[in-house]
């Protein structure tokens, strides 16, 4: 056993002396998902393309949502706040008895108002639908008219920034045959859609990984 006498003893000189710390090593960059990072370079461009004009959109409808590609709907302008899509009295969209099938007019509210909120948004938003309430009217025999007004501006809400719900009125009317006829309501249709930025949607999901 060592005596207490036998450990030398430190000057005051050495005791201040600072200890040298162990260099500190770098930490490694996380590997980057290259695949990854190439998959949502693709899905902007085709979210741009998509809102760039109708023949790109008719394109995408084709691949990605070929329902509304075969209906034929289309969008157009009324004034400033309301905004209309056209769906054409087609064979696709008719039932047996050669009106416009309920089934096409209630999908197709969710198909136009998803397109006006999408269009509306930009290619930097993923829509969803999360409500569709459709009051059936009277048959329709002609083509149908969607006029979609919105309750709250959506410039106004992108502006805000973030996730946001919108809630759109739509007047289904069947399109008149005679230029001073007016045109047949044949329902009403109220769809609450929930727009989400898609960098935060990606962000979110690197979160629960």
């Known amino acids: 056993m060592t005596s207490v006498d036998a450990i030398p003893a430190v000057s005051a000189d050495e005791a201040e002396l600072p200890i040298e710390a162990a260099p500190l090593v770098p930490a490694k960059p996380r590997a980057v998902n290259r695949g990854q990072r190439f998959l949502d370079r693709v899905e902007a461009f085709v979210s741009r393309l ?12 084709l691949i990605w949502l070929p329902y509304a590609f075969f209906s034929g709907i289309r969008m157009k302008a009324m004034d ?3 905004y209309a899509a056209v769906l054409p009295f087609r064979r696709f969209n008719r039932n047996w ?4 099938a309920g089934g096409a007019l209630l ?3 969710e198909i136009s108002g998803g397109m006006y909120v999408f269009g509306a948004c930009g290619s930097q938003y993923t829509v969803v639908c999360k409500h569709l309430e ?5 048959p329709c025999f002609g083509p149908a ?9 959506v410039s106004q809400l992108v502006a805000a920034g973030g996730e ?8 289904i009317r069947q399109q008149s045959f005679r230029i001073n006829e007016r045109d047949r309501r044949v329902g009403h249709c109220v769809a609450v859609f929930h727009a989400t930025p898609i960098v935060h ?3 979110r999901g690197r979160a629960t990984r």
Request: charged content about 20%.
């Open 50 to 61: 998509s809102v760039r004009d109708t023949f790109w959109h008719r394109i995408c409808s």
């Open 80 to 82: 400033a706040n309301t």
């Open 97 to 100: 008895y050669h009106a416009m």
């Open 107 to 109: 999908a197709n509210s």
């Open 134 to 138: 459709y009051k059936f009217l009277r």
């Open 145 to 153: 008219v969607y006029k979609i007004t919105p309750r709250v501006p």
């Open 164 to 171: 946001f719900n919108i809630t759109l009125d739509m007047d």
């Open 201 to 203: 949607q990606k962000a």
